[in-house]
């Protein structure tokens, strides 16, 4: 007698439906009719489901989970009520099984309230994770860098030579044009201002206020943020993807020796450097600007004006902010980079924390520099 492939036909009585099985149900000959018997069950409306299987010749796991997908709920996870007519005992078994083993899709919840505590909360946990690991890692710096000082011969000279180059000179001729931009912008701002209340030449002193104690190491450190912390998240980070960082360690030498020291003495070197840069500059845009407006200040009187009411106190002020945010630009930086996994998505990701983190702490860490000045009357 030649075997019966799969069969099936619905019928429904109100909110039943009928479902009559015929033939073998087994994973070669059921996927014939899966699609369709599928379909069928969506375009009903029913609420309990009867199955016919005496007609059944054979019943096998993938056959039972395609007819048991008729008891499966779109939008509560729970099953229709369903009976069984003329099956043998295993595939009474087999279709408990598949009903049991129907996914289910939960009903979505809305609970904006709870969720939005939840990512603050979560956010708030991050950031003092972040807290936590950059003071720690500060702390080592501390110690490896002290223990460098002491034995001037681990210092590694080429590569702080190379990377003065790379975070100082190559960033110099940006942090002059910018600077210079800047300036100008303070004095036509100026300009426009006090000219109208006849104090045009009180705009020397606030080029030279604004440029000497906040604006040019201001600028400068966020340019070197954005562009050298993110070049040492990069170049560590490219290291640990590449499993250089376990190498070294295999190796005997020490990560923070060998690549964070070098970084961090090339920012403290160049930062410094770059913020006087851009004081001149910045004060030349300035005077520019006084000469070729209305207001016609000449350079000897912007020169001699500035030299008069803009104190040295005021000059060392910016200066003396340099060589944190240059700690700190550093230090974030490398400790982002040894904090890459070994993805791509891990490294954008850094890359982008840090440069996000560098800027964040510079503006913080001048805000406190503020009150401080402020406090002690400088």
């Not at 030498?253 to 930062?271: G, S």
């Not at 840090?354 to 800027?359: D, F, L, R, T």
Request: net charge neutral; aromatic share 8%; with cysteine.
């Amino acid at each position: 007698m030649l075997s019966v492939p799969a069969r099936y036909s619905l019928s429904q009585n109100g909110d039943r439906l009928l479902v009559v099985a015929e033939g073998r149900w087994t994973v070669e000959t059921a996927s014939s009719v899966n699609d369709a018997l599928a379909a069928d069950f969506q375009k009903s409306t029913y609420v309990t489901v009867d199955y016919d299987l005496s007609a059944v010749e054979e019943l096998d796991t993938a056959g039972a989970y395609i007819l048991t997908r008729a008891l499966r709920m779109e939008i509560m996870c729970d099953m229709r009520d369903w009976q069984l007519h003329g099956a043998t005992p295993g595939q009474t078994v087999l279709m408990k099984v598949a009903a049991d083993s129907q996914p289910c899709t939960p009903p979505p919840q809305t609970r904006q309230f709870r969720d939005t505590l939840i990512r603050v909360g979560q956010a708030t946990s991050r950031f003092w994770d972040e807290l936590y690991a950059t003071i720690s890692f500060l702390g080592e710096f501390f110690a490896v860098f002290a223990r460098v000082l002491m034995q001037p011969r681990r210092l590694r000279i080429k590569s702080t030579v190379a990377l003065m180059e790379e975070v100082g000179l190559d960033a110099a001729p940006i942090v002059a044009v910018l600077s210079f931009a800047i300036g100008a912008v303070i004095a036509y701002m100026g300009a426009n201002l006090l000219g109208a209340l006849g104090f045009s030449v009180f705009m020397v002193d606030l080029v030279g206020f604004a440029m000497l104690r906040e604006l040019a190491v201001v600028i400068t450190a966020i340019l070197i943020a954005g562009r050298s912390a993110s070049a040492f998240t990069a170049q560590i980070g490219a290291m640990k993807m590449r499993q250089e960082i376990d190498a070294m360690t295999v190796m005997g030498l020490d990560t923070l020796e060998t690549l964070v020291v070098p970084r961090a003495i090339a920012c403290l070197l160049t930062i410094p450097i770059l913020t006087f840069l851009a004081m001149m500059s910045g004060i030349l845009g300035g005077l520019v600007v006084a000469w070729v407006t209305p207001t016609q200040i000449s350079p000897l009187l912007f020169l001699s004006r500035l030299q008069e009411m803009v104190g040295l106190q005021h000059f060392w002020v910016g200066m003396v902010k340099a060589p944190f945010f240059a700690i700190v630009i550093a230090i974030i930086g490398c400790r982002q980079g040894l904090a890459v996994k070994g993805s791509v998505e891990s490294l954008g990701s850094r890359v982008t924390t840090s440069v996000v983190q560098a800027i964040f702490a510079v503006i913080l860490i001048d805000a406190l520099f503020a009150i401080l000045f402020f406090q002690i009357g400088v």
